[in-house]
């Protein structure tokens, strides 16, 4: 009796989940026993600097800029093409 | 060769009737002697000392701060005086006050003619609501960071630069730490061998010694 | 689970080609030989700490090469160099940002104590006026051996953390705070001084 071809598949997609889930699982279980999580305003923040970030994140760029960007593009595009 | 100071004097105050400037000695081996410029006139001068055709002193390569506390001079004059009736000469000290006040000093050089340095200097009237220059930074680019840095630590305010705001210590910071009357706040910590200034910071932080009784063998 | 196997036990199973471990043993071996420290450097303490890195010295040999420039994946700080006033409320919130495990040296007299710069008026007297400092490297600047010492050192204090119990490390404990207040930029100093949690200078006796 020939196996199902497509057995090997399947037992492919369970190695390749099995394995990131395992040490996630790991883990997880770690944390509820041992590691307390420890969060905090400058833990969680956004930004990773170490200068606090000023402002908004969500700013309004100018239209103007993607309009220079394009051109920008267009630019270089037209010659790498003249130059081949 | 460049010229001697007084000959740039001389020009300068050819061009410019009226221009106060004085020369500064300076007595040390290295004989830098410097002009110093009234504040008034400052900018016009040193756009004089950048585009004249013999100087052309087109490079600041430093600018820099110098605190003068009020000092007291002592000078010995002769007086004539009536002594027992007669008239002698006596030696007497007299005790002059010098106020105060803060200088900016620039080293100029000329990459054109490869030639320098001369060195300008300027005065504020006094070092507390006087402590104003007139900024060069429009005639020398390179003046404007220097300028931030003798604002930020001696506290003279430069009027007509671009933007004077501290550069090396943070903005809500208050006072000027390179002048000469400048007390750091007290953080002494322990230490095992403090010594001169810091001996001194430790001794006003070391509890009272106990009484002489306290210390005798009963 | 994490009590101590008995070392005799322990050797003769060994002997007998059987290796056991306890969980406490497999943890610490795990992270003392993947410490990766965060990538910052603030003076000339910093050019050592380079040349510790480079293949002359290789730190890779004690598995800490891997220097992320990120705080999130770092588990040292190292602290090389002089801490200027104004920088220092970024080490504390760079060192706010590290994810627990985390441990700090301080590379030379400067972020020791200030070092030569002490009587600046803008130097930082000590990095461990703000966060708790693990191994203190002494040296203007420490050489390179210095600071693979150090790193044994800190390698050897990861070895003997506990698990439970107790005496169980400073991550572990739900209790030890894991982020630092972040001093604020005063009018004359920074604001406060020093964090009298972790800065406890020695008094004078008389
Ligand atoms: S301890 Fe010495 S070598 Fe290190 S940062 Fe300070 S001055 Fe530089």
């Not at chain 1, 606090?52 to 993607?66: L, T």
């Not at chain 2, 809500?172 to 061998?193: A, L």
Request: charge should be neutral.
């Amino acid at each position: 009796m020939t196996p199902n071809p497509y057995l090997f598949i399947v037992i492919f997609v369970g190695v390749a989940l099995a394995f990131p889930l395992i040490p996630l699982a790991l883990a997880w279980i770690w944390r509820r026993i041992f590691q307390p999580s420890k969060p905090g305003p400058d833990k969680t923040s956004t930004y990773e600097c170490g200068v606090e970030s000023i402002g908004d994140a969500q700013i309004q760029f100018h239209s103007q800029y993607y309009l220079y960007a394009i051109i920008l593009l267009l630019k270089r595009f037209a010659g790498g093409l003249k130059r081949k | 060769m460049m010229e001697s100071l007084e000959e740039i004097k001389a020009r300068i105050q050819a061009a410019a009737p009226g221009v106060k400037i004085d020369i500064v000695a300076n007595g040390s081996p290295s004989q830098q002697h410097s002009l110093l410029i009234d504040n008034e006139h400052a900018v016009g001068i040193a756009k004089f000392l950048r585009v004249d055709p013999a100087l052309r002193l087109d490079f600041c390569s430093n600018a820099t701060g110098v605190d003068w506390l009020d000092r007291t001079v002592k000078k010995t004059v002769k007086v004539k005086k009536l002594v027992d009736g007669e008239e002698k000469e006596v030696n007497e000290t007299i005790e002059g006050k010098i106020p105060g006040y803060l200088e900016a000093v620039y080293h100029l050089y000329s990459i054109t003619h490869k030639h320098g340095p001369v060195i300008i200097r300027m005065r504020t009237a006094d070092r507390t609501d006087g402590a104003r220059l007139p900024s060069l930074t429009p005639i020398w680019r390179s003046a404007e960071f220097q300028e931030r840095e003798i604002f930020d630590l001696y506290g003279v305010r430069f009027d007509g630069h671009p933007d004077l705001r501290r550069i090396l210590m943070w903005d809500e910071f208050q006072d000027y730490p390179m002048r000469k009357d400048y007390r750091e706040p007290d953080d002494y910590e322990w230490e095992p061998t403090p010594h001169d200034e810091v001996l001194e910071k430790a001794k006003q932080h070391y509890p009272p010694r106990p009484a002489e009784e306290e210390l005798k063998p009963s | 689970m994490s009590e101590q196997i008995d070392e005799r036990l322990r050797t003769e199973l060994q002997r007998q080609g059987v290796w056991v471990t306890s969980m406490q043993d497999l943890y610490n071996w795990g992270r003392k030989n993947s410490i990766w420290p965060l990538q910052f450097g603030l003076a000339c303490c910093a050019i050592e700490m380079i040349a510790t890195a480079a293949s002359r010295y290789d730190i890779a040999r004690f598995g800490g090469e891997i220097f992320r420039p990120s705080p999130r994946q770092a588990d040292l700080m190292i602290v090389a160099g002089t801490v200027t006033k104004k920088m220092a409320p970024q080490i504390v919130r760079l060192y706010n940002q590290m994810a627990d495990p985390k441990y700090v040296i301080a590379m030379g007299a400067c972020a020791i104590s200030g070092g030569p710069f002490k009587q600046g008026y803008n130097v930082l007297k000590g990095i461990d006026r703000y966060i708790p400092v693990d191994v203190y490297i002494p040296g203007c600047p420490p050489r390179p051996e210095a600071l693979l010492h150090a790193f044994m050192e800190l390698q050897s204090k990861i070895d003997s953390q506990k698990l439970t119990g107790a005496h169980k490390a400073v991550h572990l404990d739900p209790k030890q705070p894991s982020e630092f207040p972040v001093p604020t930029f005063g009018k004359h100093d920074l604001e406060p001084p020093g964090n009298p949690v972790v800065f406890q200078p020695p008094k004078i006796e008389r």
